[in-house]
């Protein structure tokens, strides 16, 4: 059950008479409206600015402009085109009935008001338009909705199913005799690639959800004081395989007493993708190095390797959350680009945000921020 507390409708009223303008404050607050009014039509588009009203109430005959033309040029804007106009009028003729039409009225009332007529109309028009409203943010979640369900559908079709469908044939290889448990290569060379395919999986598999619970907001945000030096190591342990492989140096810069708030989860899977990432484009034999950098109130984080670079073109590519992007590492390691999005999505939530500054042939630095924690006095 939705219990959330509900907007008062806001009308704006212009009408050449101050009497009205007054009547009509006293019905609409009464009846539970917010409301304002005036009788300067050059004012009334300043108080558009200050607040998009739910519905407009628009005197037909004023002195300067009448109100069909005040409509026409009111629904020449697009930010005010869906606002409904209801005119206000002392007579309702046919040929006066069809122009308000014309021009983007919706409605006519007569004056002297009928309060009861008043209210029902203006009640009637703005749920309206609130369900229209309610009905086309429906349609377009659905449609996110849609979009996520298809991009996880092509990423486990494809990405999550070739490391598997490639572990699933070396294992067979090994059973019917092809691959020999006795080879001297065994070892450093089957083993480690049965290895280096799960891991693969497991890393997408992990990405995939956190992706699919983010884009649904089933993440859980929940800031605590953590010690970036100790989830660096941490996470230096666990990409310690792919590392050594390459003989990569890991090198953890952190300072101790690097305490940050945010939310511990989110900032280790950024950590594990952004140095995984690292690993995979640093050649073999290569540096990266993990700094922290005190910046006022925050912790910059850097990623730095020795690695390929990125032409800038590139970096606008990665740094886009609507473009799938991916490269092959220095040894043809796989990569599906949601690794990156779901990092610029984390840092986002815990109040930052993912930069790169990186040269062709030189390395890449990934890095962003995280609010220091902070003792309480």
């Known amino acids: 059950m939705n219990n959330q507390p509900v907007d008062k409708p806001y009308v704006l009223a212009v009408d050449d008479e101050q009497l009205n303008i007054e009547l009509l404050k006293f019905i609409l607050e009464r009846n539970d409206f917010e409301y304002q009014g005036t009788n300067d039509d050059d004012y009334f588009f300043t108080l558009l600015e200050e607040k998009l009203p739910d519905l407009i109430l628009l005197d037909v005959i004023m002195p300067r402009i009448d109100g069909f033309e005040l409509c026409q040029k009111l ?83 494809h990405d999550l199913r070739s490391p598997l469908s490639a572990a699933k044939l070396k294992m067979d290889f090994i059973m019917r005799g092809i691959i020999d448990p006795k080879a001297d290569n065994f070892i450093d060379g089957t083993v480690y690639e049965l290895l280096k395919t799960m891991d693969e999986a497991l890393n997408l598999l992990q990405n995939l959800l956190g992706w699919a619970k983010s884009e649904s907001d089933q993440i859980q945000i929940i800031p605590e004081k953590l010690d970036v030096l100790d989830l660096v190591e941490q996470t230096f342990r666990l990409l310690k395989l792919g590392s050594e492989h390459k003989k990569i140096e890991l090198i953890n810069n952190v300072t ?10 989110t ?92 040269e062709v042939g030189k390395g890449s630095v990934f890095y962003f921020n995280l609010p220091l924690f902070q003792e309480e006095v």
Request: with cysteine.
């Open 75 to 157: 629904k020449s804007y697009s930010e005010y085109r869906n606002i409904p106009v209801i005119f206000l009028t002392g007579k309702v003729n046919i040929k006066d009935k069809v122009k308000g039409f014309e021009v983007g009225g919706i409605d006519y009332v007569t004056k002297p008001f009928n309060e009861q007529e008043l209210i029902a109309r203006i009640q009637t028009h703005v749920e309206l338009v609130r369900a229209k409203n309610q009905i086309e943010k429906q349609a377009e979640n659905l449609r996110q909705s849609n979009i996520l369900k298809d991009r996880m559908f092509s990423i486990i079709g």
């Open 256 to 265: 101790k007493d690097s305490w940050v708030f945010a939310d511990m989860n």
């Open 267 to 358: 900032v280790k899977t950024v950590l594990r993708n952004l140095l995984s990432n690292a690993i995979k484009f640093t050649p073999i034999e290569g540096t990266i190095k993990v700094n922290g950098l005190f910046n006022n109130s925050h912790l910059t984080i850097e990623i730095e390797d020795n690695g390929q670079g990125i032409p800038p073109e590139d970096i606008n590519k990665i740094l886009n959350p609507n473009e799938h992007f991916s490269k092959l590492g220095t040894e043809k390691e796989p990569g599906t680009g949601l690794g990156l999005i779901l990092c610029q999505n984390f840092i986002e939530k815990n109040g930052g945000s993912l930069n790169i500054r990186s």
